[in-house]
């Protein structure tokens, strides 16, 4: 029987490495691979190259107190979020970031961006990301005080398509980009008209370097957006942390047109933040404006929303703006405990008054909604978290001839990051 060439040529180099071991490397040295709190990183022996996993999860259980029987939502244990993470990075200027979500019955892209980075004069970012405005948004999931973002995120974007050029000068940090332009509280991937959206934002670390310790923490700020926009896709919708819709702009019929965007949006942010020794918080002003149309109606409408978040240790750890790295994780063979941390939010959302009832159905649609919520979380090391709280929100119409229910929640969290 004839054995074919490529069995052949398999055959000898098979015997080649056997008796005389693998080719030579030409000097080259191994990449290493790195394992600690943080993930996993691949670097290259000269450091110039480096693959690094790592992503969170968040397992919650949701519960309506007595009092919201009636909401349309069950009570549920759910996977709220499961972002695996990738980032390559080559050399000091180029770092790519993919990062899915699997959570809360999803199969999507969150995040899929490009970084080229230059220095002290910045970088631009290309790709899909979180749209920096609001302070609360940008604070990562897995750092929030509360379970859940406040009644202030249903009116700033997520995440968005464009560019944006970033930098931090110690005391000034500015974001100056162009997006597609996704709509209050969204998270955009098709855009639905060609117009876009500029962002700009500016924040101020006036004692980072200098002054008080526990004023090194403190940044205050600006952002704002304007562009235009089209069209009923591109009118929000706004929900609680509970993720009930309490507000949504009237919809077409067979016999009625529906409210669409047409013409103008402008947002606002006014934002401070300071985290000192045992202490942190947050506290945020937004004003969303959007022209809005139904029929030959128009109306250009203007929502505001506010909240402030405080944290404070009943440990002797830190609170950061990205955390809790407890000195002691939890370890039962030292009896160390972790870290304990305190967490209260207020919120408040206004909708603007001529939005009914020709834009929105004041049976359905509340006018205003406040929450006030507070709880506990106990950082067992920088990785692993347990949480639990409660949230009250109640509400300013909506409820058929009256209010809608005041929603009560109680939430817990089991979160593990890296």
């Given at each position: 029987m004839r054995i074919p060439r490529a069995l052949q040529t398999m055959g000898i180099g098979i015997a080649i490495t056997l008796l005389w071991g693998p080719p030579p490397s030409h000097g080259a040295d191994p990449a290493t691979v790195e394992v600690d709190g943080r993930g996993v990183a691949i670097v290259s022996a000269d450091g110039q190259y480096a693959l690094r996993l790592r992503g969170y999860a968040q397992f919650d259980g949701r519960f309506f107190a007595k009092g919201t029987d009636n909401l349309p939502a069950p009570n549920a244990f759910l996977i709220r979020r499961l972002q695996p993470i990738v980032e390559y990075s080559a050399g000091s200027w180029v770092m790519l970031r993919v990062m899915p979500e699997f959570g809360d019955g999803k199969s999507q892209l969150e995040d899929g961006y490009m970084d080229l980075r230059f220095g002290k004069a910045g970088r631009i970012r290309a790709g899909r990301f979180k749209v920096p405005l609001s302070a609360e948004r940008m604070q990562s999931a897995s750092a929030l005080h509360l379970i859940e973002r406040s009644l202030v995120s249903n009116l700033t974007p997520n995440r968005d398509i464009g560019v944006l050029w970033t930098g931090d000068a110690g005391l000034i940090s500015?974001?100056?980009?162009?997006?597609?332009?996704?709509?209050?509280?969204?998270?955009?991937?098709?855009?639905?008209?060609?117009?876009?959206?500029?962002?700009?934002?500016?924040?101020?670390?006036?004692?980072?370097?200098?002054?008080?310790?526990?004023?090194?923490?403190?940044?205050?700020?600006?952002?704002?957006?304007?562009?235009?926009?089209?069209?009923?896709?591109?009118?929000?919708?706004?929900?609680?942390?509970?993720?009930?819709?309490?507000?949504?702009?009237?919809?077409?019929?067979?016999?009625?047109?529906?409210?669409?965007?047409?013409?103008?949006?402008?947002?606002?942010?006014?934002?401070?933040?300071?985290?000192?020794?045992?202490?942190?918080?947050?506290?945020?002003?937004?004003?969303?404006?959007?022209?809005?149309r139904i029929g030959d109606l128009t109306e250009r409408l203007q929502h505001q929303a506010w909240q402030v978040s405080l944290s404070v240790m009943l440990t002797r750890d830190a609170r950061t703006y990205r955390g809790v790295n407890p000195h002691h994780p939890f370890s039962r063979a030292t009896g160390a405990m972790g870290a304990l941390e305190l967490v209260g939010r207020l919120a408040h959302i206004q909708l603007d008054d001529d939005a009914f009832p020709a834009f929105a159905d004041p049976e359905n649609a509340a006018r205003r909604a406040f929450s006030m919520s507070g709880g506990v979380r106990w950082h067992l090391d920088a990785n692993v978290t347990v949480a639990m709280g409660y949230e009250e929100t109640r509400f300013d119409g909506g409820g058929g001839a009256g209010d809608r229910d005041t929603e009560r929640l109680l939430w817990q969290r089991l979160q593990v990051s890296l």
């Open positions: 500015y974001d100056l980009g162009l997006f597609n332009g996704a709509a209050d509280g969204a998270s955009l991937y098709h855009d639905a008209d060609s117009d876009k959206e500029i962002l700009g934002r500016i924040i101020l670390h006036p004692w980072q370097d200098r002054g008080p310790a526990f004023l090194k923490g403190l940044a205050v700020g600006v952002g704002g957006t304007t562009g235009r926009t089209q069209g009923a896709a591109n009118l929000p919708s706004y929900r609680t942390s509970g993720q009930l819709k309490f507000f949504s702009y009237r919809a077409a019929t067979e016999t009625a047109s529906g409210a669409v965007a047409d013409g103008a949006r402008r947002r606002l942010a006014p934002q401070i933040s300071l985290y000192g020794g045992r202490a942190g918080g947050q506290a945020e002003f937004v004003i969303s404006e959007q022209e809005v």
